[in-house]
């Protein structure tokens, strides 16, 4: 499983998650045992807010995107890709992490 969070900053969990070019991407091992945490950034022309068939190459695969918020467009054409949206108020990535895994029903 992919998670991506959005992170202009690099340090926080940002908003405007449409225009964010700037992701940790998480990829979990199948018994989430194993987390591979990798930063990305996204070209001037590949935002989510751009996106119209499907998602940007650099986060194509994920399952998730974390952010502090987005608004109900984006929302819908992440889930035409298969993401699930989540909203967080936790400001650190690694945080914002651990709480969707133990808030979702996924065993760690």
């Known amino acids: 499983m992919k998670i991506a969070i959005t992170s202009q900053t690099i340090k926080s969990v940002t908003a405007h998650a449409g225009r964010c ?3 940790w991407v998480y990829e979990l091992s199948n018994i989430c ?3 591979d945490k990798q930063f990305v950034e996204l070209d001037l022309d590949e935002t989510l807010h751009t996106m119209s068939n499907g998602l940007p190459k650099k ?3 994920i399952s998730v995107l ?3 918020n987005l608004g109900d ?3 819908a054409k992440l889930l035409k890709a298969g ?3 989540y909203l967080t108020s936790d400001t650190q990535p690694d945080v914002a992490l651990l709480n969707y895994l133990a808030n979702s029903c996924i065993k760690h």
């Open 21 to 23: 070019r700037k992701f």
């Open 33 to 35: 045992d194993e987390i």
């Open 59 to 61: 986060l194509e695969g």
């Open 66 to 68: 974390i952010t502090a």
């Open 73 to 75: 467009s984006l929302k």
């Open 83 to 85: 993401v699930s949206a």
